[in-house]
């Protein structure tokens, strides 16, 4: 925290000269001499020309000051301080002598005399603001904290301090309240109401400063400590920071073969190609309550229109689907590790051209609770064990059904930070007034994802494969299996935009030619996050 006093030294230099060529113009030469080796710096032979000069009584002050400044200039600082000294013995009135006294003291580690000595160059008003930094930060050393606050707030008041200055001082305040919180039972208080928010204000006094980035790793380091950090959990869990989330996606897809579903595992073929427009909306707020539990009501809106307005069988699947959801999450710890109890109540409402009148109307809701926990049992990642109940009344009371899921995925975080999902769902559809339409399904899911494989674009891989058992039907369906692969690529175009583009080829085999088909999808999203 020393200050460039070289600009000062000039002004003051040229005084002292005026003031001995006036006193004793016998040494003019002498003292030109003196000024001109030290400016240069070549302190020796400032200190024999000072040596050669004989000042008269009322100057020997000035002699002593001269000598001292040079001493300290060559590092010789007991030599220094004992000019200096007795420069102050003389009274001489350098306005910064004791400035100067400080700096040698403060150099051969005699820190009280030093701090007496810059109190001192407080008082005169001698680079006032450096004056008290040395104060304070000399206090901190010697532990006498409510000396070192009474000398940081005394710089932060004055109005006429450089930034630079007042950043450090606000930094090294927090430092200090905290050093005299940690003596109370109220440090974890103190710390969030006060020392947290003087480093933030320390922070944005200048961020582009080395010490902006010190501040910000101290505040980190402190929000980890007593466990302050809005963004991470008790359990030690970080959470997204983004306590709401607003997105607006629209796809385009081309579908060569559109598939007949009515929200259950039975599907069918139209053999007819075509475009899917797809809008889709989507908000969340986080609530967080004491660091343990994390609501979070959500709302998704998807609008579906098929370009073929001709075939009946294509646009009957026009939709619109409302889905309504409260995510819960209560953190806690598993095997001395982070893991989540998740706990989902979600509803939707779906419309459809179900009569083939281009027009959308109400065609089921459905209620689902799903209960799940989320731990970390391998070191490569996290484990997702999911069960979940769903309740489905559609238009048809021969298509009401209940299902019962249970998931399991594993994600793998590989040497290289790629990303591996694996994922097994099974799914139970009890469809009770039409049983010979009830199945079992059995999902495998393997997806691979490379993060940054160019500047800016993720890259992924997906390999699906389902197991659908007929039950009633397995005399003419026997068992279908469904294969699926596809590609994505997403671009991030800013913070905020992304567009993706995916293929995916599906195959399904049946004994019925009815349920067998292929297609495939080509998609483009475009999404923007609020």
């Known amino acids: 925290m020393k200050m460039d006093l070289l600009k000062s030294q000039k002004i003051k230099f040229g005084f002292l000269a005026l003031a001995v060529l006036s006193s004793n113009v016998v040494h003019a030469q002498s003292v030109e001499e003196f000024y001109k080796s030290f400016k240069t710096s070549n302190y020796q032979q400032a200190l024999s020309t000072l040596e050669a000069i004989q000042f008269t009584e009322d100057k020997i002050s000035t002699k002593y000051y001269l000598e001292g400044l040079t001493q300290a200039r060559l590092q010789e600082f007991d030599k220094a301080i004992l000019a200096l000294e007795k420069a102050a013995q003389l009274k001489n009135d350098a306005p910064d002598l004791y400035y100067e006294l400080g700096q040698a003291y403060y150099a051969s580690n005699d820190i009280k005399k030093a701090r007496m000595a810059f109190s001192q160059s407080a008082k005169l008003n001698f680079n006032r603001a450096n004056s008290l930094y040395y104060v304070g930060h000399i206090s901190q050393t010697l532990e006498e904290y409510k000396e070192a606050k009474k000398a940081y707030m005394a710089i932060i008041k004055n109005r006429k301090s450089d930034e630079k200055v007042l950043q450090i001082?606000?930094?090294?305040?927090?430092?200090?309240?905290?050093?005299?919180?940690?003596?109370?039972?109220?440090?974890?208080?103190?710390?969030?109401?006060?020392?947290?928010?003087?480093l933030r204000q320390a922070y944005d006094t200048d961020r582009t400063t080395v010490v902006a980035s010190e501040i910000q790793l101290r505040i980190q380091e402190l929000l980890n400590e007593f466990k302050l950090d809005p963004n991470t959990m008790a359990n030690g869990r970080k959470i997204n920071p983004d306590r709401y989330?607003?997105?607006?996606?629209?796809?385009?897809?081309?579908?060569?073969?559109?598939?007949?579903?009515?929200?259950?595992?039975?599907?069918?073929?139209?053999?007819?190609?075509?475009?899917?427009?797809?809008?889709?909306?989507?908000?969340?707020?986080?609530?967080?309550?004491?660091?343990?539990?994390?609501?979070?009501?959500?709302?998704?809106?998807?609008?579906?229109?098929?370009?073929?307005?001709?075939?009946?069988?294509?646009?009957?699947?026009?939709?619109?689907?409302?889905?309504?959801?409260?995510?819960?999450?209560?953190?806690?710890?598993?095997?001395?590790?982070?893991?989540?109890?998740?706990?989902?109540?979600?509803?939707?409402?779906?419309?459809?051209?179900?009569?083939?009148?281009?027009?959308?109307?109400?065609?089921?809701?459905?209620?689902?609770?799903?209960?799940?926990?989320?731990?970390?049992?391998?070191?490569?990642?996290?484990?997702?064990?999911?069960?979940?109940?769903?309740?489905?009344?559609?238009?048809?009371?021969?298509?009401?059904?209940?299902?019962?899921?249970?998931?399991?995925?594993?994600?793998?975080?590989?040497?290289?930070?790629?990303?591996?999902?694996?994922?097994?769902?099974?799914?139970f559809i009890d469809n009770y007034n039409a049983t010979n339409?009830?199945?079992?399904?059995?999902?495998?899911?393997?997806?691979?994802?490379?993060?940054?494989?160019?500047?800016?674009?993720?890259?992924?891989?997906?390999?699906?494969?389902?197991?659908?058992?007929?039950?009633?039907?397995?005399?003419?369906?026997?068992?279908?299996?469904?294969?699926?692969?596809?590609?994505?690529?997403?671009?991030?175009?800013?913070?905020?935009?992304?567009?993706?583009?995916?293929?995916e080829l599906t195959q399904n085999t049946s004994k019925s030619e009815t349920y067998e088909y292929k297609k495939s999808i080509f998609l483009t999203e475009i999404k923007y996050q609020f």
């Open 169 to 198: 001082a606000r930094f090294q305040l927090a430092e200090t309240l905290l050093s005299m919180a940690r003596e109370t039972k109220a440090v974890e208080k103190i710390t969030d109401r006060y020392v947290i928010p003087l």
């Open 245 to 427: 989330v607003l997105t607006l996606a629209q796809k385009i897809k081309f579908d060569t073969n559109v598939t007949l579903a009515n929200d259950q595992s039975t599907v069918t073929q139209s053999k007819k190609e075509s475009y899917i427009f797809e809008t889709e909306g989507y908000g969340k707020r986080d609530f967080v309550f004491k660091k343990r539990i994390i609501i979070s009501p959500d709302l998704r809106v998807v609008y579906t229109q098929y370009s073929d307005s001709k075939n009946a069988t294509v646009y009957q699947n026009n939709s619109y689907l409302f889905t309504y959801a409260l995510r819960n999450r209560f953190e806690h710890t598993l095997w001395q590790k982070p893991a989540s109890f998740l706990f989902d109540i979600e509803r939707n409402y779906t419309a459809r051209d179900k009569s083939q009148e281009k027009k959308r109307t109400k065609y089921a809701t459905s209620q689902s609770f799903m209960f799940g926990e989320k731990f970390r049992f391998f070191s490569a990642g996290e484990t997702t064990i999911k069960y979940k109940f769903k309740d489905y009344a559609a238009y048809l009371e021969t298509l009401n059904n209940k299902t019962t899921s249970l998931s399991l995925d594993q994600t793998i975080f590989t040497k290289n930070q790629h990303l591996m999902i694996v994922l097994f769902s099974a799914d």
């Open 437 to 503: 339409n009830s199945t079992d399904s059995y999902l495998f899911r393997l997806d691979y994802l490379i993060p940054e494989f160019m500047p800016q674009y993720t890259l992924g891989f997906a390999l699906s494969s389902t197991f659908l058992d007929t039950k009633e039907q397995t005399d003419t369906r026997g068992m279908e299996k469904t294969l699926a692969a596809s590609v994505d690529i997403t671009r991030d175009i800013s913070k905020n935009l992304k567009v993706n583009f995916n293929y």
